[in-house]
């Protein structure tokens, strides 16, 4: 079932007065995780505390899985890649090679301070993204994520190729969001990605679905799909959804 909040409703936002740019980083190398943390746990400080402007990071990993607060030990099926704990909301999933990261941290209390809000518009960003690519992301009710129907796999086959994670510190948004572009798809064989074992729901890339996208392509599009969202400056989060 679609969820509602498909239907966001964009119009809400309104902007600050006292707005602030959002600062984008762009990484080309890839980042160990336990240095992409340090990373934003600083910043995430910083935002807090009115020392530094809200900031969208956009990186790759090199392989390894990272389990969430809902994360189960049968879950990691082949432990191939390290595990990190990464505090985040959700269970187990896979970063590595030919996967967008975007890291966001925005500071919600001066946006709105509703976690359903926000994760809905993250949700939405995405959509976004992949519509730039001619990709119908959907919304699921009973799984987290945004996904693509599969027709071409049999009647009610969905693959998921956008995954959400978010942790609040003071009101101030991390972790965020990965679009898989042209991953090794069969990394995700050594868990049980977030928890999903109904066998019509695998996982997807932009590359698997025909597509010859780059990640320089994605971040182009994740950048035009934000501002779109959530603004190029502190706004407030829509009230419906």
């Keep these: 079932m679609v969820n509602d909040r498909q239907n966001l409703d964009l119009s809400a936002f309104s902007r600050a007065p ?14 160990p995780y336990p ?8 910043r ?3 935002i807090a505390a009115g020392h530094a402007p809200e900031l969208v990071w956009l990186l790759a990993h090199p392989s390894l899985y990272t ?5 189960k030990t049968a879950d990691l ?3 191939r890649f390290p595990v990190f704990d990464s505090g985040r909301g959700g269970q187990l999933t896979y970063h590595g090679p030919g996967q967008r990261v ?16 926000y994760v809905a518009g993250l949700e939405q960003w995405i959509i976004r993204t992949l519509a730039a690519f001619n990709v119908r992301g959907e919304r699921r009710e009973d799984r ?7 027709p071409d796999k049999g009647n009610g086959f969905e693959d ?3 995954a959400i994670g978010v942790r609040l510190r003071r009101w101030v948004s991390f972790h965020g969001i990965s679009i898989n572009v042209d991953p090794d798809l069969t990394h995700f064989s050594g868990i049980v990605p977030c928890g999903v074992t109904d066998p019509r729901y695998g996982v997807t890339s932009l590359a698997d679905l025909g597509l010859t996208a780059t990640s320089a392509d994605v971040d182009i599009a994740l950048r035009q799909a934000f501002e779109e969202v959530f603004g190029s400056q502190q706004q407030r989060l829509p009230e419906a959804i």
Excluded: F, N
């Excluded at 389990?67 to 994360?71: A, E, F, K």
């Design 160 to 162: 998921k190729i956008a």
């Design 18 to 31: 006292d707005a602030t740019a959002v600062e984008w980083l762009i990484s080309d190398q890839a980042i």
């Design 102 to 117: 975007a890291y966001v941290m925005l500071d919600l209390k001066r946006r709105r301070p509703d976690v359903r809000a």
């Design 144 to 150: 987290v994520g945004v996904w693509v129907a599969r």
């Design 77 to 79: 099926l082949d432990p």
């Design 67 to 71: 389990s969430g607060t809902s994360g």
């Design 35 to 42: 240095q992409a943390m340090e990373v934003m746990e600083a």
């Design 44 to 46: 995430v400080a910083d």
